[in-house]
C-alpha cells in the first residue's frame, strides 16, 4: 500500500539510521592506524572486520535496544503489533 513517496521517505530514514549509528558508533581501525597512518583508518563498527587488515572490532554488537534508541532519535518508535 505504500505510496512511491513513502518508500523515498523509509529509504532517507534507513540513511540517516545509517549515517547515525556509524557517527555514534564508528571507530577508526587500529591496526590501519599503526600500519598506515597517512591512509584514513577504515571505521569500524562492533564486530565488523577491517577489509584491510583483518583486524576484527571485539565490541559486541549493537543491541536491539541500543538500534531502536537510534530510531527514536530519529523520531521512529517500534511498534509491536503483537
Ligand atoms: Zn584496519
Request: charged share 35%; net charge positive.
Amino acid at each position: 500500500m505504500s505510496k512511491d513517496s513513502d518508500i523515498a521517505i523509509i529509504g532517507n530514514a534507513m540513511k540517516e539510521h545509517r549515517r547515525l549509528r556509524r557517527q555514534r558508533f564508528g571507530v577508526p581501525c587500529p591496526k590501519c592506524h599503526m600500519l598506515q597512518p597517512k591512509r584514513d583508518a577504515t571505521i569500524l563498527m562492533p564486530q565488523q572486520k577491517c577489509k584491510v587488515d583483518g583486524y576484527r572490532d571485539p565490541r559486541p554488537r549493537l543491541t536491539q535496544e541500543q538500534e531502536d534508541n537510534l530510531w527514536k532519535e530519529l523520531g521512529f518508535e517500534r511498534v509491536n503489533n503483537a
